[in-house]
């Protein structure tokens, strides 16, 4: 039973949390309750979804129905290609992996450019990520092959590591020449284990269901950054419109570096070169503009991509560009698929960082494109197992010299506009590129590179219309404007790797100064309602008499909660800290008459010793006063002066109440920060209520004692408002006079018999607004408590002790004789 429990739990431990268990009485798909029961288990054995321990009733190891929820899991196609709906679907992805496939030829071979690498390897990376994607992946629409971020990232870490300038060879012994092919083949050695480790990263973090990671990239973080790629990509690809050689920068700065440098080297522009650019520009954003403009009545896109590099591929085949007009071009692009070949682990060390990067950006790219789509269409996108998908292409993509890819969102428009329903499209264009890389590729040898930099150029129109979040986060949000401005400006300056690091730390920092600096606020009641809302922005929301209803728009916590108290003490109208300081004056000035009188009452005691002894007055022989002592028990206890007997002023109020509603949990320092509010308040006679749900945190942390219960404490604002006021009712019940025959006002009686003023005194645990409530008169001493706050009500026997009071009650009412 023992070892079988381990193995369950252990299985537990590895499935997500979703697949795990669910509340008692509802069974998973793996077979498993949270609760365990003999009769739910009985009836699940009886349909063969588990086996159980004889002696625990636990279950044990997988059956047949867990493991192939797993498998389901793990390969979702299994799941949904059984059900495909050939007549409604297929068709539709037939075209859309057609349209897809066409797109991914030129993207691809462009994009191999942007990372430093052979063209082929864009034709692998088109290929074998986006064929092992419809295997894993669980969005339906998402285009996933090469990316211009990604492609950006790893060009600038291969012109880093592996410049050109380490593999120049001299001719002739006098001039030198970069020797491209052992350049390409060490960049691809490169980038392979690139793409291994950055899979790997993936794999990992999706398999330890850290899907969560990417809510660290917020929306106008990663709008920045790309935006900031974007002109990374732009400045790569001026080199080749306007078919200069440029020596290659990394690191911070190198944006400008590689400007300056371009900028010196106009005077050598290649004009056939900049004219061939130019026009490609010009044609292909022309088309777009005509496809985004017919989108409704062309049944799909005009590939103007793939038509531009057919023919650009002629003309410069057909009139020789590249002897004539020394206009760059491909090269050979090798046909056929090359065998898998293991990564370079000794480059593990040097690009961890970069790959962690990579496998990042990607992955918030590729999951926030992919909800997206499933919100439209109406179906779920697991993050986790996007993750694990996106891994393992990278993963098994690296074997065959692919590089890094993530989803593109031109594509993904393309796929879903053009019919696409399911990854069967992304099998289908696929395909095309597999036709390509066996059969037609190496047609392209005389592509202009000139060619593919327009291309890239003009796909990078959508992202610097993210400009346009300037103006809008100027309005909406000033935080997230500064996130978007840093962003771009960090990655800009300090590169892609760096920038995104600082990036990310800075938004975080955005996080901890929101909470530091949140929204303090008066509640007030919205009459006739049990709504409670900030009195300086609603109208209609009035303060409840005697009562401050104080909220935070934050939660509480080491770095905040000093400024928490602060704000309290400041929107509370009075200067807690002068008045308690005021307060431990006045009654250490107190403390030493009171010293003085007694050293006058010893020396008259002992005159009275030495002369002859007199009788207490009597009732009948005159007028005096009878002190009646409130007390919780037996022993009678001294009153506890006033700030009102003291002469201080009080405060307005006689409760706090503190919404902690936005508190979602409490340290340790919050808890000791809130005893010190509780003691505080309590000084200045002002009760403390807490409308909180961490309640258990706090009992956790030793915050409860005898002078701060949990009586204080509410489940909403409107529970606390409702006892104070019943509260407030009882003390004003139980100051009435006690007989209409006796009693006189509030706070006094007069005993007939003696024709003498009572005064009475509280008790030491009598709260600060029960006492506030009971009128005070002129001339007369101490508070009286309510009846709830002592034991018992017994007038005693008149004391014969002339130095005593005359009588003692052990509970706080209005005494009648």
């Not at 990663?222 to 990509?233: K, M, Q």
């Not at 590129?433 to 291309?455: H, M, S």
């Amino acid at each position: 039973g023992g070892a079988e429990e381990t193995s369950h739990q252990a299985l537990s431990a590895w499935l997500s949390p979703q697949d795990q268990v669910r509340p008692c009485g509802h069974w998973d798909v793996h077979g498993f309750c949270q609760a365990p029961q003999p009769h739910h288990h009985r009836e699940l054995q009886t349909w063969g979804f588990i086996s159980l321990c004889p002696n625990t009733h636990v279950p044990t190891l997988c059956s047949g129905s867990a493991a192939k929820s797993l498998l389901f899991r793990f390969l979702p196609f299994l799941r949904w290609l059984p059900r495909y709906p050939i007549k409604d679907w297929l068709l539709g992805d037939i075209v859309s992996g057609f349209s897809v496939g066409i797109m991914h030829l030129p993207q691809g071979l462009a994009y191999a450019l942007l990372a430093g690498l052979p063209p082929v390897t864009g034709l692998y990376s088109s290929f074998y990520p986006v064929f092992l994607y419809f295997f894993f992946g669980t969005s339906r629409h998402n285009s996933v092959g090469p990316f211009a971020v990604i492609s950006v990232m790893i060009g600038s870490l291969t012109e880093s590591m592996l410049p050109s300038e380490n593999f120049l060879e001299s001719v002739n012994g006098t001039n030198a020449t970069v020797n491209e092919e052992l350049r390409d083949a060490a960049r691809v050695e490169l980038v392979a284990t690139i793409t291994v480790l950055t899979g790997i990263f993936q794999v990992a973090l999706g398999l330890l269901q850290f899907g969560f990671v990417v809510t660290y990239l917020s929306d106008p973080l990663v709008r920045g950054y790309t935006t900031a790629s974007s002109v990374h990509v732009l400045v790569s690809q001026l080199k080749n419109v306007f078919g200069v050689s440029q020596s290659e920068h990394s690191g911070p700065l190198s944006l400008f570096v590689t400007v300056i440098d371009l900028c010196k080297k106009l005077p050598d522009t290649n004009v056939g070169t900049l004219v061939t650019a130019i026009i490609a520009m010009v044609a292909i954003l022309i088309v777009k503009e005509l496809n985004h403009k017919f989108a409704a009545k062309l049944p799909m896109p005009i590939p103007i991509e793939l038509i531009t590099i057919i023919v650009s591929t002629g003309i410069s085949y057909g009139v020789n560009l590249k002897d004539k007009f020394g206009i760059s071009v491909v090269g050979n692009i090798p046909s056929g698929l090359k065998p898998p070949v293991a990564p370079k682990i000794s480059y593990f060390g040097q690009v961890v960082g970069n790959a962690f990067a990579i496998a990042v950006v990607g992955y918030a790219i590729c999951i926030s494109l992919g909800k997206i789509f499933a919100l439209k269409h109406g179906y779920k996108v697991d993050s986790n197992q996007e993750l694990i998908a996106l891994g393992l292409s990278n993963f098994l993509g690296g074997f065959f010299q692919c590089f890094a890819i993530s989803c593109s969102m031109s594509r993904s428009l393309v796929q879903e506009s053009t019919g696409g329903n399911s990854q069967v499209a992304g099998v289908i264009s696929s395909l095309v590129i597999l036709v390509t890389i066996l059969k037609i590729g190496e047609l392209f040898r005389d592509l202009p590179k000139a060619i593919l930099a327009a291309i890239i150029i003009v796909n990078l129109k959508g992202m610097f219309k993210q400009f346009k979040d300037l103006s809008t986060l100027w309005k909406t949000n000033r935080v997230d404007l500064l996130v978007w401005i840093v962003t771009f400006v960090a990655t800009l300056l300090l590169n892609l790797d760096i920038g995104l690091a600082v990036s990310v730390a800075f938004g975080l920092l955005t996080v901890i100064f929101r909470t530091q600096l949140p929204h303090y606020s008066i509640l007030g009641r919205i009459s006739d309602t049990d709504v409670y809302r900030d009195v300086k922005e609603y109208e209609m929301a009035q303060e409840v008499p005697g009562v401050k209803i104080f909220r935070s728009s934050s939660t509480l916590y080491f770095a905040n909660v000093e400024l928490y108290a602060e704000a309290l003490k400041k929107k509370s109208g009075i200067d807690v800290d002068r008045l308690i300081e005021k307060k431990k004056k006045a009654l250490k000035k107190l403390k030493k008459q009171q010293k003085k009188l007694e050293k006058e009452k010893a020396k008259r005691e002992k005159v009275n010793d030495a002369g002859s002894p007199s009788l207490p007055q009597n009732a009948e022989d005159g007028p005096g006063p009878a002190v009646i002592e409130l007390s919780g028990g037996e022993s009678s206890a001294p009153s506890e002066p006033t700030l009102h007997s003291l002469g201080l002023p009080q405060p307005s109020f006689h409760a706090v109440i503190l919404d902690f509603s936005p508190v979602s949990f409490v340290d340790t320092v919050s808890i000791k920060i809130l005893k010190n509010i509780f003691k505080d308040f309590h000084e200045i006679e002002v009760d403390v209520f807490v409308a909180a749900s961490v309640l258990a945190q706090l009992e956790r942390g030793n915050f409860f004692s005898s002078a701060i219960t949990k009586h204080s404490f509410f489940p909403s604002v409107h529970d606390a408002v409702e006892h104070i006021s019943m509260e407030q009712h009882q003390a004003s019940v139980s100051t009435q006079p006690c007989c209409p025959q006796h009693g006189h006002g509030q706070g006094s009686h007069t005993n007939p018999s003696l024709s003498a003023s009572l005064r009475w005194t509280a008790a030491p645990e009598c709260s600060p607004s029960r006492r506030r409530h009971l009128l005070q008169e002129p001339g007369r001493q101490g508070r009286l408590c309510h009846p709830d706050d002592t034991n018992s009500l017994t007038l005693g026997p008149r004391h014969p002790d002339p130095h005593q009071p005359l009588w003692t009650l052990s509970a706080g009412a209005l005494p009648c004789p």
